[in-house]
């Protein structure tokens, strides 16, 4: 009888640490999109939304839209050292992808008409007012932003 209550114990151990590896495992989640435009034609200096809220551990693809007629940046420190970037993808505005970039992502500039995609995961948590445009005078016009990562 105790043989069989320590090997049922065991059996059952072994399948939740199973469980726990597979749920965490992030090549097998869908990532949740999130499009940012970057500026409109009634209102270039401003981010749309300038408020965004992100989860620790999730896979996000972010779109990152320039329907202005001026170029952008997408530029936040604090972010940037709170996530995992996975890579950044550009595009023309067919569609059509010219660049692939892995690694440390410091800031991402989309030109007018342009789209850029930021596949990343969060890591830490915490509330980022330094969301912004880095273009000379676009701060200062609005585009500016507040990042929060739960």
Same mark, same amino acid.
């Given at each position: 009888?105790?043989?069989?209550?320590?090997?049922? @114990?065991?059996?059952?151990?072994?399948?939740?640490?199973? &469980?726990?590896?597979?749920?965490?495992?992030?090549?097998? &989640?869908?990532?949740?999109?999130?499009?940012?435009?970057?500026? /409109?034609?009634?209102?270039?200096?401003?981010?749309?939304?300038?408020?965004?809220?992100? +989860? !620790? %551990?999730?896979?996000? *693809?972010?779109?990152? *839209?320039?329907?202005?007629?001026?170029?952008?940046?997408?530029? /936040?420190?604090?972010?940037? &050292?709170?996530?995992?970037?996975?890579?950044?993808?550009?595009?023309?505005?067919? %569609?059509?992808?010219?660049?692939?970039?892995? =690694?440390?992502?410091? +800031?991402?500039?989309?030109?007018?008409?342009? !789209?850029?995609?930021?596949?990343?995961?969060?890591? &830490? @948590? %915490? @509330?980022?007012?330094?969301?912004?445009? !880095?273009?000379? =005078?676009? /701060?200062?016009? =609005?585009?500016?932003? @507040?990042? !929060?990562?739960?």
């Amino acid at each position: 009888m105790r043989k069989s209550y320590l090997i049922i @114990t065991f059996s059952c151990l072994v399948t939740i640490d199973f &469980q726990v590896h597979a749920a965490g495992d992030l090549s097998r &989640q869908e990532p949740i999109e999130v499009v940012v435009e970057l500026g /409109s034609e009634a209102n270039p200096m401003r981010f749309y939304p300038q408020d965004l809220v992100f +989860e !620790t %551990g999730k896979l996000y *693809r972010m779109i990152l *839209r320039n329907p202005s007629n001026v170029k952008h940046y997408f530029s /936040s420190d604090s972010f940037v &050292q709170s996530i995992y970037t996975r890579k950044v993808m550009a595009y023309m505005p067919d %569609g059509e992808m010219v660049a692939e970039i892995k =690694g440390h992502v410091r +800031e991402v500039e989309v030109f007018p008409g342009h !789209t850029a995609d930021w596949w990343f995961v969060p890591i &830490q @948590t %915490g @509330t980022f007012k330094d969301l912004k445009c !880095t273009v000379e =005078g676009h /701060s200062e016009a =609005g585009m500016v932003g @507040t990042i !929060t990562i739960k």
